[in-house]
């Protein structure tokens, strides 16, 4: 345990923070019976802690990659710092039994909101400069480099996804004026906060959902390096895997399939439409993209082509920068 404090204590105490709020959101969630806009109150602080946790953990790794790595460091202590803001502002309105996002009814729900707000700019900034100083690091194996530097690029486009959110929706300014409720910015589109979703997260069924872009963009983090490592364990036992550059390949093509997944979803919130409901115009681009994917294996599987006479073993090996 104490090896992987090592990593980067303040991410990984904040990671076993959060940990244990986990614990404490599964405990409310079996004794607390309170709804927040027709959800238990404490699912809401389990999702973020759960997110957070991983989000700690896999950052705390990549910057344990960087030789050099002071600025990356202390850009890590504020994520950590900021995150924590974040979390004690969610978990303090739960416990309040108030909404902890887009809530202006008090002069301490506003407050609360625009701390949280400001902690997000905060820790997006720190993640921007971490990402820079991974894309600079001269990272030997190909495709963990591909799928590093691709996996924090899409993170932060997912991150960026909560800006959308915080501006007022159609109507809340003329609501608020008229004495209504003061509630400004949404993450859903189409239909208001609230209402039928997917169990668990909670994604509307019923209209589009900022949220589904936000997480999937944002978890790219974890998602492709682990891929890569996936595919470095099969090439093992799979000869056409053991190859550098066919797992390059893969990762590429894989880092471009959630790219655009991650964009698809989101266009399709904009659009008002549910993650469920795709209509012709989804499925189109879908299509086009899995088109793109089919290709990008096939180009990934083929043979790698060897300079006549010379066994692979000789290849020279690429410095990834």
């Known amino acids: 345990m104490s090896r992987l404090i090592r990593l980067h204590p303040p ?22 019976d309170r709804l927040l806009l027709g959800v238990p109150i404490w699912l ?76 997000i700019v905060v820790l997006w900034v720190a993640t921007a400069i971490v990402a820079i100083q991974l894309i600079r690091q001269k990272i030997g194996d190909r495709p963990a480099a591909y799928a590093i530097r691709a996996g924090i690029l899409v993170a932060i486009a997912g991150l960026a996804e909560g800006f959308f959110m915080t501006r007022p929706k159609p109507g809340q300014i003329d609501a608020a004026a008229s004495g209504g409720e003061r509630i400004f ?4 589109i189409g239909v208001a906060d609230g209402g039928s979703g997917l169990p668990f997260v909670n994604w509307s069924t019923e209209g589009g ?65 549910s993650v469920v409901h795709p209509d012709a115009l989804t499925w189109t681009a879908a299509g086009v993209l899995g088109v793109i994917v089919v290709v990008g294996i096939g180009w990934a599987l083929r043979p790698p082509v060897r300079p006549a006479g010379r066994p692979a073993s000789a290849l020279p090996e690429v410095a990834v920068r």
Request: charged share 10%; aromatic share 6%; glycine share 8%.
């Open 209 to 273: 959902d900022l949220r589904v872009g936000h997480f999937i963009g944002m978890h790219a983090l974890q998602a492709l390096p682990l891929f890569a490592l996936a595919l470095t364990l099969l090439g093992r036992r799979i000869g056409r895997l053991a190859d550098d550059q066919t797992r390059a390949r893969l990762v590429l093509t894989a880092s471009t399939a959630y790219a655009g997944l991650t964009a698809l979803v989101t266009w399709q919130a904009l659009r008002g439409q």
């Open 44 to 119: 809401k602080p389990l999702k973020f802690s759960v997110s957070v946790m991983i989000y700690s953990v896999t950052l705390a790794w990549l910057i344990s990659l960087l030789t050099k790595r002071r600025l990356a460091s202390a850009m890590g202590t504020v994520i950590a710092v900021t995150a924590l803001i974040e979390m004690a502002a969610i978990v303090g309105q739960a416990a309040r039994g108030h909404r902890s996002h887009f809530n202006f009814a008090t002069t301490l729900d506003g407050a609360l909101f625009m701390l949280m707000a400001v902690s």
């Open 11 to 32: 991410l990984m105490i904040t990671a076993l923070l959060m940990a244990a709020l986990s614990v404490w959101c599964l405990i409310g969630l079996a004794v607390d």
């Open 185 to 188: 910015g949404a993450h859903s």
